[in-house]
Protein backbone atom coordinates (compact mmCIF):
# COMPACT_ATOMS: atom_id res chain seq x y z
CA UNK A 1 0.00 0.00 0.00
CA UNK A 2 1.63 3.32 -1.24
CA UNK A 3 2.07 6.31 1.48
CA UNK A 4 -0.35 9.06 0.58
CA UNK A 5 1.78 12.13 -0.91
CA UNK A 6 1.72 15.46 1.23
CA UNK A 7 1.20 18.69 0.13
CA UNK A 8 4.46 20.50 -0.21
CA UNK A 9 3.91 23.15 2.37
CA UNK A 10 2.78 20.67 5.17
CA UNK A 11 6.05 18.75 4.68
CA UNK A 12 8.08 18.92 7.70
CA UNK A 13 11.42 20.23 6.45
CA UNK A 14 13.08 22.57 8.98
CA UNK A 15 14.72 21.46 12.22
CA UNK A 16 14.68 23.68 15.04
CA UNK A 17 16.89 22.89 18.22
CA UNK A 18 16.95 24.85 21.80
CA UNK A 19 17.26 23.96 25.08
CA UNK A 20 15.44 24.26 28.00
CA UNK A 21 16.04 24.46 31.62
CA UNK A 22 15.02 21.68 34.16
CA UNK A 23 11.68 23.05 35.50
CA UNK A 24 10.25 23.38 32.33
CA UNK A 25 11.43 20.19 30.39
CA UNK A 26 9.91 18.25 33.96
CA UNK A 27 6.69 20.24 33.18
CA UNK A 28 6.76 19.27 29.43
CA UNK A 29 7.58 15.36 30.60
CA UNK A 30 4.55 15.47 32.79
CA UNK A 31 2.94 17.27 30.43
CA UNK A 32 3.74 14.14 28.14
CA UNK A 33 3.42 11.29 30.83
CA UNK A 34 -0.30 11.92 30.60
CA UNK A 35 -0.19 11.34 27.12
CA UNK A 36 0.83 7.88 26.40
CA UNK A 37 0.16 8.43 22.85
CA UNK A 38 2.70 11.52 21.74
CA UNK A 39 6.29 11.91 22.01
CA UNK A 40 8.36 15.15 22.70
CA UNK A 41 8.54 16.60 19.22
CA UNK A 42 5.01 15.78 18.22
CA UNK A 43 3.95 18.27 21.72
CA UNK A 44 6.03 20.58 20.70
CA UNK A 45 4.82 20.69 16.91
CA UNK A 46 0.98 21.16 18.87
CA UNK A 47 2.14 24.20 21.35
CA UNK A 48 3.66 26.30 18.16
CA UNK A 49 0.62 25.14 15.81
CA UNK A 50 -1.86 26.60 18.42
CA UNK A 51 -3.60 22.66 18.34
CA UNK A 52 -5.30 21.49 21.24
CA UNK A 53 -3.15 18.72 23.51
CA UNK A 54 -5.21 16.31 25.06
CA UNK A 55 -3.93 15.17 28.47
CA UNK A 56 -5.63 12.01 29.96
CA UNK A 57 -6.18 11.94 33.93
CA UNK A 58 -6.29 8.72 35.62
CA UNK A 59 -8.13 8.36 39.15
CA UNK A 60 -6.66 5.49 40.68
CA UNK A 61 -8.84 5.97 44.04
CA UNK A 62 -11.74 4.49 41.58
CA UNK A 63 -10.26 1.54 40.64
CA UNK A 64 -11.31 -0.70 43.87
CA UNK A 65 -14.68 1.25 43.62
CA UNK A 66 -15.39 0.18 39.97
CA UNK A 67 -14.19 -3.50 41.18
CA UNK A 68 -16.57 -3.37 43.76
CA UNK A 69 -19.29 -2.18 41.38
CA UNK A 70 -18.91 -4.77 38.85
CA UNK A 71 -18.77 -7.25 41.64
CA UNK A 72 -22.40 -5.90 42.99
CA UNK A 73 -23.53 -6.28 39.15
CA UNK A 74 -22.39 -9.13 38.78
CA UNK A 75 -24.39 -10.52 42.21
CA UNK A 76 -27.73 -8.53 41.47
CA UNK A 77 -28.05 -10.00 38.46
CA UNK A 78 -27.27 -14.13 39.60
CA UNK A 79 -30.44 -13.09 41.88
CA UNK A 80 -32.12 -11.52 39.08
CA UNK A 81 -31.66 -14.95 36.99
CA UNK A 82 -32.42 -16.93 39.89
CA UNK A 83 -36.07 -15.20 40.74
CA UNK A 84 -36.86 -15.52 36.87
CA UNK A 85 -35.96 -19.52 37.24
CA UNK A 86 -38.31 -19.50 40.38
CA UNK A 87 -41.19 -17.56 38.49
CA UNK A 88 -40.91 -19.71 35.28
CA UNK A 89 -40.82 -22.74 37.66
CA UNK A 90 -44.16 -20.98 39.47
CA UNK A 91 -45.83 -20.35 36.43
CA UNK A 92 -45.43 -24.22 35.14
CA UNK A 93 -47.75 -26.00 38.05
CA UNK A 94 -51.22 -25.14 38.67
CA UNK A 95 -51.13 -26.71 42.56
CA UNK A 96 -51.30 -24.13 44.91
CA UNK A 97 -49.40 -25.52 47.38
CA UNK A 98 -45.87 -25.94 44.60
CA UNK A 99 -46.76 -21.90 44.08
CA UNK A 100 -46.39 -20.96 47.34
CA UNK A 101 -42.88 -22.68 47.76
CA UNK A 102 -42.28 -20.94 44.66
CA UNK A 103 -43.72 -17.67 46.19
CA UNK A 104 -41.53 -18.02 49.19
CA UNK A 105 -38.39 -18.53 47.02
CA UNK A 106 -38.84 -15.82 45.09
CA UNK A 107 -39.28 -13.87 48.41
CA UNK A 108 -36.34 -14.70 49.69
CA UNK A 109 -34.66 -13.86 46.64
CA UNK A 110 -36.13 -10.82 46.42
CA UNK A 111 -35.24 -9.84 50.24
CA UNK A 112 -31.50 -11.13 48.90
CA UNK A 113 -31.12 -8.29 46.94
CA UNK A 114 -32.16 -5.64 49.52
CA UNK A 115 -28.42 -5.12 50.91
CA UNK A 116 -26.51 -5.52 47.55
CA UNK A 117 -28.91 -2.83 46.55
CA UNK A 118 -28.34 -0.43 49.49
CA UNK A 119 -24.77 -1.41 48.99
CA UNK A 120 -25.03 -0.08 46.24
CA UNK A 121 -27.21 3.19 46.95
CA UNK A 122 -24.08 4.11 49.04
CA UNK A 123 -21.58 3.67 46.60
CA UNK A 124 -23.02 5.79 43.94
CA UNK A 125 -24.13 8.37 46.97
CA UNK A 126 -20.54 8.39 47.36
CA UNK A 127 -19.57 9.28 43.87
CA UNK A 128 -21.87 11.69 43.54
CA UNK A 129 -20.59 13.41 46.35
CA UNK A 130 -17.19 13.48 44.53
CA UNK A 131 -18.10 14.25 40.54
CA UNK A 132 -21.58 16.22 41.52
CA UNK A 133 -20.32 18.80 44.38
CA UNK A 134 -18.60 20.75 42.07
Do not use: C
Request: proline share 3%; aromatic share 6%; charged share 35%.
Amino acid sequence: MARTKIKEEDTLRYRIETRVNRKKFQELQRILDQNPHKDMSSLLRDFLNDRPVKVFTHDQTLDNLMEELAKLRMEIKAIGVNINQITRLFNTYPETRRKEIYARMAFAEHRALEPKIDQLLTIISKLAKKWLSK
